[in-house]
């Protein structure tokens, strides 16, 4: 099977992230558009090669050369994973490729990062982690391995998704290296999980590491293998048939059951958008011409652009579904569908919507459809309901991962903080629980909050709140075996993080919402960057932890994107100039 | 006994951190010359009295009202620390409290952040993340427990300085509370280990620690306990009694035998400055007058400021000392003198020399006398020789935390790379050594390297140098109690990062330094931070690597330090305005 058709692809005369007033980001694609990538299937082995068309980038204003990637690249990555997982339960191995001739892969194009905003290159920096991330999550749990096949230039990210693979495989022609240029040629970081995976997961010597991420014509030939930063060498001759040979070996060793395969439709969100009228107060950009709500099937995300606020709704499924019978129909089925809803509205709040400054989440449904919705779920033994549980484990990391204060509100009788909904309230920074009389407001546990859906620290969602008390996240699961728990006792159990009654319930909300939109937008993304992920730290938490923390730093130094930075300079005939006091 | 005595503080016109040409930063300091704290002991308690004198701030500029604190504040905690380890051996148990009614301690001087230079608040902030956690050391390894008797306001960096303590008890007299104002009221983050230890140390529910860290006024009385915020809560009238009593029990709890007792002697640091002559490249900042070298008695640290370079040496001791033997005379024995210099000289190099990227660093001695004081230091069961152990590995640490890059430079016959010097070699980045014909250049190994002198995230160095290959520790090791090991075989075991002969030694590490020295301070720093830190993660790497990476993000943010931002305009009538795009 071979994707090949390509559509014309409509783009703005704006930059990326240069200006809200811009197009909607699309995180939807599918083979037969991509622009950047050949995904083939062959047996049990993928091919994905990256034909990256430098005609067509993200945004005008650079060319997207050398194989070198943009947002829109890696939107193509992630979706290609997704169908790979979905799709093809054949595949046991996915390779990467490049079809140029002495290029794998060139990184992020540098001009593009010169053009973008510092909101807009920090969350190009996490969706490329959290694409690369989930190529991991797959070979670790969904029996798909992934073998970079580097025959020519593997620099910056091209490298860093090298590092993401199982095993890489570097061409021996006397001239292929693999490198990080960035620090010494841009002053910046190899920021997509390329330091911590280069020490932490593949153990290079970190002295060793050390002179590889500051010699920018990189390391080739016998010292990248001695090195560990590669795992095969092959000669240009060997090539083809070592590939095919390593692929088949990978996926030799993949026994997970998988599939049956199932196709992911598109999601239709709707973006409506009130013309006409205006925000009550200025937002701080003026009155850009911006969407005010996503609507999806399940989903809901609608934005009060005066207040800095958003609301987003979250709806449990219409009755008690066994996911394998319904997409034996062709049809989604709720635990599917309403997770990648929330995936894209999530994306689309980080890139598109960077002023909103807090979220309130709340729920709506039957809570025994929901937790009738998990049983059948996790009972099932299907390949396809397990990639179902992973794919809502990473949206809801993703959920945790988003730098937007997020405040769970249950205000409602049609409330549904139930089983994997009620990992939302967990989630959140905050759960406010309205006390009222007949308790039809409450929680309710399901096999979805008993250890399956870790954070990036490895921790549950309930370990996480209880953090060194595992007594506590006992008392909650025995408890919610019996059934539904109102707002005044998961207050007690410590679940809610406010519970009132309705005489002051919506002032007491509404002031913390206020109070919490009117704070600093970097403080708290540092505040709640360090309160979310307690425990244990990971390969993971790193990455988003210390090494992006880092980037994020970097990125705002003179060095890098002042006038004379480095990153600014690139490509152009004027030096970079350094400030010299190090931190 | 009860220090008192105080002596007139000279000052210089200047702000930290605000100009090269200041005066030199004193990191030494004694009871009989405190500004801001009184000392006093009293049995197995003492008391470390906060009575912040608002006229003698570090720099003139500012006033330290209210127990606020700035960077002279800090040095004189440290030195009481320090001096409680060493010369009160009967101390088993301090107690923080305040001369002032209502107020414990009000954090960090905000007047004197908004003055400061960007590297100044980093490194300022650094240093007292360094003090708190030497609280907790002398806690878990000295016997030395720490109460704070938080009898009035207890804010920001002052509740920091409790959350370090083994116990916290507040006043509950209806208005004093515990609180975290940084992020409502300065845009800022509660820097000095704060968020990690609510949540990771107190294990306070993080939902809670949100609410606390967003409500400026902070936290009082019963839910203040409730929260695990504070360990006790005691009223006015019962305050003096219930801190005894807290600080006898924990005092009681204590089983280390510490001692004997030995009086930390002055440094006697000399720097020299070659006046007259100037540097053959203009620096950056100018031809600031600086000084040109630190010397003294096991330790150099020498700077070339056109090349942004220093040279660090430090000698092995005389002879092979016992250092309980040593110290019966009143002398200070070698293992202790040259960590607490290498100590100083680090701490100049941070705060005083910002502009110096890299430094090459070098041994000299004889080993057997390093390996004989080794065995020395670690088979004595005494408490002082417990504590010039913890010494060195705290040294060793701020080694590693020190934002330059390290080259370990093996390239005399004299060098001495052996045992607890080798742990230098270890930690820098990288370690260059000279293949000689009559391999007199190696190193060598003793107890030192076998595990006590742990790094942050609680690996040895030999342990994080082959992180992930304990089969490498173990021939290292195995091989060094054979005898030295020459430049040739230390890179074969991979000690020695690059080994060459005298051909090429001297060009390639000149190159190095040279190279090194010419990229960009700010993506070393996040690159260093990354690489030199594998493996597990601790409370002490979480702050050093999560917590400092954000909150220096956020200080290079105009939402804090721009003209308009919350630190800038803190105490001013304006109001902030901020930025509101998230990242």
């Known amino acids: 099977m071979q994707y090949s058709a390509r559509k014309v692809c409509v783009t703005s005369n704006k930059l990326p992230g240069t200006d809200r007033r811009m197009d909607p980001t699309s995180f939807e694609t599918h083979p037969s558009r991509y622009h950047h990538w050949k995904l083939a299937v062959d047996g049990d082995i993928a091919r994905l090669t990256m034909a990256v068309d430098d005609a067509h980038p993200h945004k005008p204003g650079y060319e997207l050369k050398l194989n070198s990637y943009d947002l829109s690249v890696d939107i193509e990555l992630a979706d290609a994973i997704q169908r790979l997982r979905f799709e093809h339960p054949e595949v046991k191995c996915v390779v990467f490729g490049a079809d140029l001739d002495r290029v794998f892969c060139s990184g992020a194009n540098i001009y593009m990062l010169g053009l973008s905003t510092h909101s807009f290159k920090v969350n190009f920096c996490k969706f490329t982690n959290e694409t690369r991330l989930y190529l991991e999550d797959a070979a670790e749990h969904s029996g798909l391995a992934s073998l970079a096949a580097c025959k020519g230039t593997t620099a910056g990210g091209g490298y860093e998704l090298a590092l ?6 570097l061409v021996d022609d006397g001239n292929s290296a693999v490198s990080f240029p960035e620090t010494p040629l841009l002053a910046v970081l190899p920021g997509t999980g390329g330091l911590t995976r280069l020490v932490d997961k593949r153990k290079v010597r970190r002295d060793r590491a050390d002179v590889f991420c500051t010699t920018a014509e990189g390391i080739k030939g016998k010292r990248a293998k001695d090195w560990g930063l590669v795992d095969h060498l ?52 003026g009155d850009a011409e911006v969407s005010d709500k996503l609507t999806y099937k399940y989903v809901e995300l609608a934005f009060d652009h005066a207040l800095r606020t958003a609301a987003l709704t979250v709806r449990g499924p219409d009755a008690a579904e066994d996911p394998d019978a319904v ?27 960077p002023e909103i400054n807090i979220v309130a989440v709340r729920t709506a449904g039957n809570p025994d459809h929901v937790k009738a919705c998990d049983k059948a779920l996790f009972d099932s033994q299907s390949g396809f309901a397990r990639e179902v549980r992973l794919l809502q484990r990473r949206v ?33 920074d905050r759960f406010y629980m309205l006390i009222d009389k007949d308790e039809k407001i409450g929680v309710e546990t399901s096999v979805a909050n008993t250890g399956f859906f870790t954070t990036s620290s490895g921790l549950s969602r309930l370990e996480s709140r209880f953090y060194g008390e595992p007594g506590k996240v ?5 408890r919610g075996v019996e059934g539904p728990i109102p707002s005044e006792e998961a207050e007690q159990l410590g679940l809610a993080t406010i519970a009132a009654d309705d005489i002051d319930f919506e002032d007491e909300l509404r002031i913390a919402i206020e109070e919490r939109a ?13 309160l979310r992920f307690v425990g244990p730290e990971t390969l993971e938490t790193k990455i988003f932890g210390r090494l992006s923390a880092w980037q994020n730093w970097i990125f705002t130094r003179a060095n890098s994107t002042g006038a004379h930075g480095a990153l600014t300079l690139y490509g152009k005939p004027e030096r970079p100039q350094f400030q010299w006091k190090r931190t």
């Open 164 to 169: 993401a693979c199982n095993e890489t495989m």
């Open 234 to 285: 092959v000669s240009r001759t060997k090539w083809d048939a070592s590939v095919t040979d390593a692929a088949k070996a990978l996926a030799a060793k993949q026994t997970v059951v998988r599939g049956p395969a199932f196709a992911l439709p598109a999601l239709d969100a709707k973006i409506t958008s009130k013309s006409g009228e205006r925000p009550t107060r200025s937002i701080a950009e």
């Open 327 to 353: 997409a034996k129909t062709g049809t989604q089925p709720w635990a599917l569908r309403a997770f990648r809803e929330l995936d894209d509205a999530l994306l689309r709040l980080r890139f598109d919507y």
């Open 396 to 428: 809801l990391k993703r959920f945790d991962n988003t730098a937007r204060s997020l405040y769970a509100v249950a205000d409602n009788a049609d409330s549904c903080f139930t089983g994997v909904l009620l990992e939302l309230a967990l989630g959140a």
């Open 474 to 478: 006992q008392k909650v699961l025995a």
């Open 518 to 530: 009117s704070l600093s937008p970097d403080a708290l993304t540092g505040m709640e960057a360090s």
